[in-house]
């Protein structure tokens, strides 16, 4: 019985790491969030400009989120808490996304 707390023990740890982590990466992509929604309402000119010099980056950057985000939501034990913050994550991801296009569609519409 003694060699089955150990293992107990870090599945509880790894649990609650996780469950850390996707507070943290739903915390990161509504702050992210914020950044990019101040993106949308600048001038026409000031929001070509940023897209052109950091629209790469960002898709970059956001593809990289989702995969370190899928990578943590794999290693999750379902239970009621962490349903919950695996759908404020997914939320945060969508609206990102959202926003994100919508961002990204300026450089295509300048290139296209």
Do not use: A, R
């Given at each position: 019985m003694d060699e089955d707390q150990p293992i107990h023990f870090l599945s509880k740890s790894r649990?609650?790491?996780a469950k850390f982590n996707l507070f943290l990466k739903a915390r990161e992509m509504r702050q992210v969030e914020?950044?990019?929604e101040q993106i949308l309402i600048l001038p026409?000119?000031?929001r070509r400009r940023w897209v052109e010099?950091?629209?790469e980056m960002m898709s970059a950057a956001f593809?990289?989120?989702i995969e370190d985000s899928n990578q943590t939501l794999e290693e999750m034990n379902l239970d009621?808490?962490?349903l919950?913050?695996?759908k404020e994550l997914v939320t945060a991801l969508r609206d990102t996304t959202n926003i994100v296009q919508g961002i990204?569609?300026?450089k295509q519409k300048l290139t296209g």
């Open positions: 649990t609650k790491s914020k950044v990019l026409e000119q000031s010099e950091n629209g593809e990289s989120f009621l808490e962490s919950e913050l695996s990204l569609s300026e």
